[in-house]
Nanobody
């Protein structure tokens, strides 16, 4: 019913920046909360940052001061600006959205993931 497509991942040098995007489409009426998660090899998926429809943001300690989450409600798109990237930021990043569909059903949607690799 709802599709999330991430883009913007890739290979970046230590200290560099990347901007991830997450575009939602499908039978959606409204996107409530959006979030970015990541999963490194051998580790559990963890929440990096989240943002409500009212633009209230929350960050993991590891992301504070370096990452900025934002969204454009008119475009049904979310973003994660990542600066001062560190080796520990290497992971697959997933977009998550809690969506109210046009049938007024709440669904929890995930993107396919985008690889971020920080090289030293």
């Amino acid at each position: 019913q709802v599709q999330l497509v991430e883009s913007g991942g890739g290979l970046v040098q230590l200290g560099g920046s990347l901007r991830l995007s997450c575009a939602a489409s499908g039978r959606l009426f409204r996107i409530n909360e959006m979030g970015w998660y990541r999963q490194a090899p051998g580790k559990q998926r963890e929440l990096v940052a989240s943002i409500t429809r009212e633009m209230v943001t929350s960050y993991a300690d590891s992301a504070k001061g370096r990452f900025t989450i934002s969204r454009d409600n008119a475009k049904n798109t979310g973003y994660l600006q990542m600066n001062s990237l560190e080796s520990d930021d290497t992971a697959v990043y997933y977009c998550n959205a809690r969506v109210l569909t046009i049938t007024l059903t709440l669904v929890d949607s995930w993107g396919q993931g985008t690889q971020v690799t920080v090289s030293s």
